[in-house]
């Protein structure tokens, strides 16, 4: 199974940036999509931002032109870089890929991180 770690969480004051990072280890295939989704509670896990292999990426309105998603293939970890952060960005924040093990399909979840933006 693939295991997935996201780090870089934490505090931050409206306007500023912070980096969240997840490294994916164990018995990978080959990883496809990776992606980044926030939640609060008792509302459901929502988009925040996703990546293929090959770099094509998606992003939810709310925050395109503020976040970037990249991904380094080799180290098998996928980053979001956030800017301009607002109060309602305020979340907890998971990683997840999608890909193959020989024939078969994954998905994999990392455990979160919190992310609080304060005025």
């Known amino acids: 199974q693939v295991q997935l770690v996201e780090s870089g969480g934490g505090l931050v004051q409206a306007g500023g940036s912070l980096r969240l990072s997840c490294a994916a280890s164990?018995?990978?295939?080959?990883?496809?999509?990776m992606g980044w989704y926030r939640q609060l509670p008792g509302k459901q896990r929502d988009l925040v931002a996703a990546?293929?292999?090959?770099?094509?990426?998606n992003y939810a309105d709310s925050v395109k032109g503020r976040f970037t998603i990249s991904r380094d293939n080799a180290k098998n970890t996928v980053y979001l870089q956030m800017s301009s952060l607002k109060a309602e960005d305020t979340a907890i924040y998971y990683c997840?890929?999608?890909?193959?093990?020989?024939?078969?399909?994954?998905?994999?979840w990392g455990q979160g991180t919190q992310v609080t933006v304060s005025s």
């Open positions: 990546i293929t292999s090959a770099g094509s990426t």
């Open positions: 997840n890929a999608q890909g193959t093990i020989g024939w078969q399909r994954f998905g994999s």
């Open positions: 164990g018995r990978i295939g080959s990883i496809n999509n």
